[in-house]
């Protein structure tokens, strides 16, 4: 086993995994870079929450490695893994899954409680969080009470909150209405660049793509390109894989 290079905060090699037989990634290799801003695109099935589970340690692939600096992620036991998403990562999910017994605050906090932060500092950050995300003055309601883009935001919220390194966001907007989706996104984009949190957005949307710092497309589990979205001209702007 030989470590990622210096500068990839995440780096995934030759990734096989199926279900029940039928592929969903076909030898995926990829690096990650410190602060950057990466979308997986590919249509529907194209393996891209399979990707996304795969570097947040979520899920073991049958085949392959991945790392997280210079820690084999792919080798961990279960509670090692459980730990490092704890304590390193943030992931956002298509539809947001909050506690409906927590009020909006209680939610974006719970990553911090969890890790043992003072209940006063985590109230604090949650609502900084929140207000960021225009939806200060729900900080009190229950999930029940507030509309699918307010829970989505709250979600958002929860996934910022900690600071993680990297931000695993899986379709993150696909069930807002456009406007919505691009006040999401921005602020997460935004809130990504100026903490230089490290973010892998998973998107079948072309546009959402293009907030990028770079794409890599996916294609029936492979990976089909690479291609440098901001400043890319005179580098390595597009390479084939897989
Ligand atoms: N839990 C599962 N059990 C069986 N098959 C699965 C499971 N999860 C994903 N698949 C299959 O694996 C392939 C890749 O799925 P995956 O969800 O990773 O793709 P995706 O690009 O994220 O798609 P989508 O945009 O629809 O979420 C698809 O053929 C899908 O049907």
New binding site residues.
């Given amino acids: 086993m030989v470590a990622p290079p210096d500068n990839d905060v995440l780096w995934a090699r030759a990734l096989h995994h199926t279900?029940?037989g039928?592929?969903?990634?076909t030898g995926v290799s990829l690096g990650v870079r410190e602060a950057e801003i990466l979308a997986v695109h590919?249509?529907?099935?194209?393996?891209?929450?399979?990707?996304?589970?795969c570097l947040a340690g979520q899920l073991v692939a049958q085949e392959g490695e991945v790392w997280f600096n210079s820690a084999p992620v792919h080798t961990m036991g279960t509670l090692q893994r459980e730990r490092l998403r704890r304590d390193r990562f943030g992931w956002i999910d298509?539809e947001p899954t909050l506690v409906p017994e927590l009020t909006a605050w209680e939610n974006a906090a719970l990553p911090l409680l969890l890790r043992g932060c003072s209940h006063r500092a985590a109230k604090a950050a949650a609502l900084e969080w929140l207000e960021r995300l225009d939806i200060g003055p729900c900080a009190t309601r229950r999930p029940r009470g507030l509309l699918q883009f307010q829970r989505q935001r709250v979600a958002v919220a929860r996934a910022l909150v900690s600071m993680p390194t990297v931000l695993f966001a899986?379709?993150p907007t696909a069930t807002l209405h456009s406007a919505e989706a691009s006040q999401v996104l921005r602020t997460l984009t935004a809130a990504a660049r100026s903490h230089r949190i490290t973010v892998v957005l998973?998107t079948?949307d072309a546009d959402v793509a293009e907030l990028a710092d770079r794409t890599v497309a996916?294609l029936d589990?492979r990976r089909v390109n690479s291609v440098e979205v901001n400043g890319a001209e005179g580098r390595d702007a597009c390479s084939l894989s897989a």
């Fill in positions: 279900y029940n039928s592929p969903a990634l590919g249509p529907r099935g194209a393996g891209k929450t399979t990707l996304l589970r298509p899986d379709e998973a079948h996916l589990g």
